[in-house]
């Protein structure tokens, strides 16, 4: 109901990055994890979100990110891909050439070393929309790992922006994702992240989740939508509670690290976080191992 | 369901505490306060939560405040006092008086000047349960306005002590309630704060609500409820919206200054915050007016 | 010189509060740890600062600190006593009983559970300022531990408050004591506190300093003032280096833990810090012993 | 004294990156900043420091900048250019490129998007001092602006690799220096920040300053150096306190505009801050015109 008035919705796992020891992005693995989530009926693909090291890859390697990306999708689902700069410069040449590659949107993040008045924040998601226009952009903020959070007023001016469409809410807290429909309503539509529990932030009036966890366990969050959508919440929530143990791993793990691991446990060679980052110990691979097996996304 | 193998549940309002120009508590006002929200069909009262300005009252005064209330609601419905102080002997103390004094059960809140290792929060609570046993404990924390978080571990230890029984969590984490829930079921009832969305934490399990809002839209809050035990998602979710507006101005002025300018406008002489908090404004007046207009709990 | 502007100056040692196993303010051992301070030389003394545990204490409690300090020291030194609430009521009692026992002023704390806005806060210090007038007034500020900071523009205003006459800024930053000095010249005399070196303080231009740490290492505390005092700013800082350490050990353990016990160490029974509160162990006994061995202040 | 078994030491200013509107690194104006400099008697400079907005340029841009400085400086003084990396590949890249231009050694700074576990930070900048070896290596934290700070027990791990030298801690908190250099005397040599008071940083045993303010008040800085190395401290602090209202401006305003508005007020035409940093308003040039003329940086 509320989502048929928004071109995005669902699940969109948020991509690992895998990099070769020589620098390079890992092409064939990253396309076939794409593959992989695609058959699984996944909704939509973010490259380059927070737990695809966005902020650990240079501009060639982010390039070569969405590119293999795009090309694995082929249309199939849209993909919608991470900008994030300290500079207005930067992120609209970043979001201009994915435009040029044939994204369907892209997510917006603002980087910051110094506090920035609230227009000037304005000033740069502006910027974005004016040039991706007309493709939507969806806002993100996570206030846990971010120099700027968006206020909630912030937002409701920014959902005047006509391809200002969507938002992905990092924070923890669900009540301001109600704030924030009560305001925009049928201006901006709501994703959750891996913090917020998906089924709750659906029964509100959510849109989907943008997230690392259904990275690994796709075909479960699948069906936990359907479940929502249909409007059958206390089998969602069923449902959710099994899967919770694999959220509560993301937020004990470094989030890249979490899902990387969970894809080679599921036979994909993404390789580690990039360092100075810690590489997956066993400990951290045995402790993914038991929470994918729980919940049926990988055999014991 | 789950709720069964609890003795508490519902809308548990947190009350106000009104203090005459002289600095005694307003008795009379108080009573009529408890009476007015027991007929409303609330199902428990707590003296001296946050809202309740416990901080800023003297022993004397606190004492007071839980007299009157159990007085005033005579075992119609369950009353959980409220313990708070820095030190051990003061919190047990407060609590073997309020058990004297028949309430059913304390909300337990560790106030602290200088850090605690956590062996010591564990102590302090610890001490409060051993005083009041059989009777239960209901954890109290708040983030942010407290200098002691109860982590999720020393949560899930408190819980194996018999009469610990409940927590509310007044974090705006409602993912993090799913932890405990997953972690402590059976052991740990989960209430929610007004910083939560009700209805999604009745959707994950919780018992219900202990928070300030209540005590100005109490049928309403009675109303959600019911919808709630009665699994009946999407209608609960509809009240749920109109109602979130109170939160909001909840969030945005002073706690016991809202719940004081409402019961004002509902005909109930609670007076201001005490000073230096401050008093309420015709501003921040008419915005309460406006949230209990358009929620039915006013005539506009 | 500048000193001279002001009544108060010089090591003013924040006095343990030693309590009994049943309750009771040990006076005895205060009032000798009172006489020990005033024959090393000290200037002055501050029962019910943090290092004494005033948000440990009752009321009566309180009481019978400042009135054994006052007692003890019988006008040998001059006694400022902390004041500290969250309610301007109980703010201006405690500052009138202190005031009427014959205290030569107060240091007045804002404890506070919600937040306040900047012109409460204000309202909060100038009523115990109009309380003792003529006596004078110490502000406390602790951002580390307390949930109200003082502004400087704030500050800055409370100044113009004539019996306003003294700061003790607890925060860690130097920085922003040379800029109150720069704005409240000759109105506000600066105190430094046991997180700032105390020779760097009396370079920019402070009166002395108002801590825990000088009651373990009175006579070198007196030592450094002197060599301040005579601007041998060199040998001072040769000085202070040994006693760096033991404003570590402050740091690092419970800041009434390490008081009671470099007391202790020295001969007196202040017994621990109150529980929750971690009593001194061992291990922080040896740390203590070594750092005041260092200085000089405890035989070896 | 303690300064000679360091290489390092004086007024090292935070040069500022003048960039064109077509985004190029305006070399000439910068390399007049730099001779500026350099007549006024400078000991050192840092491009790529946080006023230097290091985190808003590109890699080449930030290679045009080391390039200009060490070619506009000749070998005169030493050229100290700042590292910042979220990988230790991009870090060690920049680390080897800036080494082979010729500088006389690097600042090393750790960005970071996720936590980082200790012994993960110490690979980084590890591998920076062996990439460099045997230049210096100067580590930088700020609390403040960074994701991530360096603790003490780190610093003093760092410290015995032999080419990791020093240390700019931009933290207020002047005694975090003083135990630094009691843990790490002979090691680590300390400079301040403009956050700090550099008298009292000198006071206690500092090399000097590294900072953006030292930008727009070069000969002034140089005289209080002197002051201080001759051990005229109170002479020092007269000056000191003249020139704090320039490091009250940097405070107040963003530090990239402060240093911008100074310069083009003397004179550079060194542009605004990148967008979407705020542009140097009318009353933020005023304010730093105020503080230049007070200190006799600026005709009135």
């Known amino acids: 109901m509320m989502a048929d008035a928004f071109e995005f919705h669902g699940v969109i796992p948020y991509l690992p990055s895998p990099v070769t020891a020589k620098g390079a992005i890992d092409r064939p693995v990253l396309a076939a994890v794409c593959r992989h989530l695609i058959d699984a009926g996944v909704h939509g693909l ?5 737990t695809g090291e966005f902020a650990y890859l240079s501009e060639d390697q982010r390039t070569a990110v969405v590119e293999t990306v795009v090309e694995a999708t082929a249309g199939s689902v849209p993909v919608i891909a991470g900008v994030a700069a300290t500079t207005i410069d930067s992120a609209t040449r970043q979001a201009a050439r994915y435009r040029d590659m044939g994204v369907a949107g892209v997510m917006a993040t603002l980087d910051a070393y110094f506090p920035l008045p609230e227009e000037r924040v304005e000033a740069y998601f502006s910027a974005i929309a004016e040039t991706v226009a007309p493709l939507p952009v969806v806002l993100y903020t996570n206030p846990s790992f971010q120099r700027v959070d968006l206020g909630v007023p912030l937002i409701e001016r920014l959902s005047n922006i ?7 809410d990092a924070s923890t807290n669900t009540g301001r994702l109600l704030t924030i429909l009560n305001r925009c309503e049928g201006r901006i539509g709501v994703f959750a992240a891996s913090s917020h529990i998906t089924t709750a ?3 509100i009036g959510g849109l989907g989740w943008m997230a690392g966890p259904s990275c690994i366990v796709p075909r479960q969050s699948v069906d936990l939508y359907d479940l929502c959508r249909a409007r059958r919440w206390d089998e969602a929530m069923a449902l959710q509670r099994r899967l919770w143990g694999v959220n509560e791993v993301f ?4 989030l890249a690290g979490a899902v990387k691991a969970g894809l080679r446990l599921q036979g994909f060679e993404v390789g580690d976080p990039l360092p100075p980052q810690p590489a997956v110990t066993e400990a951290g691979m045995d402790e993914v191992r038991r929470a994918l097996v729980a919940c049926g996304a990988l055999h014991g």
């Open 46 to 50: 973010t490259p380059l979100g927070s």
């Open 162 to 168: 006509p391809n200002i469409r969507y938002i992905k």
């Open 251 to 254: 937020q004990r793990l470094n």
């Open 201 to 203: 932030v659906m029964l």
